[in-house]
């Protein structure tokens, strides 16, 4: 059996290489998987049958045909899980740092899915999918609020509110460095590293990505930061900050090698989400606190500032 994805091209894809545009759409499969199903003839391009390195242009219609592969059965976990709220149409999770939010290579089991499957009943798209409900996710370290979808019509109206990036998404960071400025915006477009492919990285032909930034509090050597997103790219908060030399605390990828303040995980949480309800149209809002080893290290600089 085949399952189809298809996309329309914006005019912010305009000029993309086909497979570039995919590998970012398709964040479980790589370019060369990808590349692979664009010489099968399962990509087609308004219909037609395009070489990879197919420049995509505004309206075109993009359909992937991606043939099923046999789901691993997943097993619900009694892993510890703080829902702070739900109703038969959303729950919002407060992830910890240190949680996989879906299975894959690798990471099997003990994620928010396995979690997600013990403590609530009547997740959308639990037959056959291995991310049930399961809408945007945050890095294995980064914290703080997520939503996820009960119904198949929830998560089909929030999928369409994060392709719209009506999603408000504030999250809190501390960096490297003193940042000078109260308010800021980084406008710099992300795509995948042209040196290691690993990573993302502001590269010229990137999708656009758009950071607002304000600083809440410096620090001798730190600033603590509260960023909004204005698009949704990968690591793209990871990625903006260091492009500006000011990495994320504690960052693997993206900061220096060496640890500072003693941190085993990066210093980013996810502290607010709004959201419309999908069933009452009403706007929601849901924050969450700074975990306590966040929180900690901010008092110790207070301390010493």
């Keep these: 059996m085949l399952r189809s994805e298809i996309f329309l091209i914006a005019e912010e894809g305009e000029g993309e290489r086909l497979d570039i545009f995919l590998a970012d759409q398709m964040e479980d499969m790589s370019r060369s998987s990808i590349q692979n199903l664009i010489d099968e003839d399962m990509v087609k391009v308004d219909g037609m049958k395009k070489r990879p390195s197919y420049r995509l242009k505004s309206g075109e219609e993009v359909q992937v045909l991606i043939p099923q592969v046999r789901q691993i059965e997943l097993e619900p976990q009694d892993i510890p899980l703080d829902i702070i709220y739900q109703d038969s149409h959303i729950a919002i999770i407060n992830k910890p740092v240190g ?9 099997w089991d003990n994620t928010m899915v ?31 609020v997520m939503v996820v979808a009960k119904t198949d019509l929830a998560l089909r109206s929030l999928t369409e509110q994060i392709k719209e ?19 800021g ?10 040196t290691d492919r690993k990573k993302m990285a502001v590269v010229t032909d990137g ?22 997103l204005l698009t949704g790219r990968t690591h793209q908060i990871r990625v903006h900050f260091a492009y500006l030399r000011h990495p994320v605390v504690g960052d693997p990828l993206y900061g220096p090698a060496k640890k500072h ?45």
Excluded at 114 to 128: T, W
Excluded at 185 to 194: C, E, H, M, Q, Y
Excluded at 281 to 305: A, C, H, M, Q, V
Aim: hydrophobic fraction near 35%.
């Design 99 to 107: 949680m996989v939010v879906h299975p894959a290579h690798g990471n």
């Design 114 to 144: 396995n979690a997600l499957l013990y403590h609530i009943k009547d997740l959308s798209g639990i037959n056959g999918e291995l991310r049930p409900g399961i809408v945007h996710r945050l890095d294995k370290d980064t914290s703080g």
């Design 165 to 183: 990036h009506s999603i408000n998404r504030e999250y809190t960071a501390l960096v490297h460095g003193i940042i000078k400025e109260n308010l």
């Design 185 to 194: 915006t980084v406008d710099a477009p992300i795509g995948r590293s042209k």
């Design 207 to 228: 999708r656009p990505a758009i950071s607002n930034y304000q600083v809440l509090e410096r620090f001798n050597q730190y600033t603590l930061i509260k960023v909004k």
């Design 261 to 305: 303040l003693g941190m085993q995980s990066q210093a980013l949480h996810a502290s607010l989400l709004g959201l419309v309800h999908p069933h009452t149209g009403e706007y929601l809002e849901f924050t969450s606190p700074l975990p306590k080893y966040f929180s900690s290290i901010l008092e110790d600089l207070r301390k010493n500032n």
